[in-house]
């Protein structure tokens, strides 16, 4: 299962959510990659040419994980292997409970 957040966020029609919860993850959709296995059957948003070319001129690397950077900055941290994600998403968590992001 591919298990991204966005598409949870197109599911339940709500771009804006900050905190991905428990009940999110139980939306009945063909865009809930946490129920459905694979791809969306459609684009969630309409790529950018930047972010084409950044597909087609893509660096080589081995990660397989990514969650958004604790800094909310827009960016990313990646990660090879699981229990290095889980660092990086539990950064991410704490600075969410910080915040006070529910």
Known sequence: MLQADPT????AGDFMLKRILFTHLKIDSPYNTYLYPGLPPA????PTIKG???VLDHAKHNY???V?????SGRHNFA???SEHN?????YRAELNRRHIR
Not at 43 to 46: S, T
Not at 68 to 72: L, Q, S
């Open 43 to 46: 684009p969630l948003r309409i």
């Open 68 to 72: 958004a950077k604790e800094d909310f």
């Open 80 to 82: 090879v292997t699981l």
């Open 52 to 54: 084409l070319d950044g």
């Open 64 to 66: 397989i994980y990514m």
């Open 8 to 11: 949870v966020k197109y599911a």
């Open 87 to 91: 660092r990086n998403a539990n950064r």
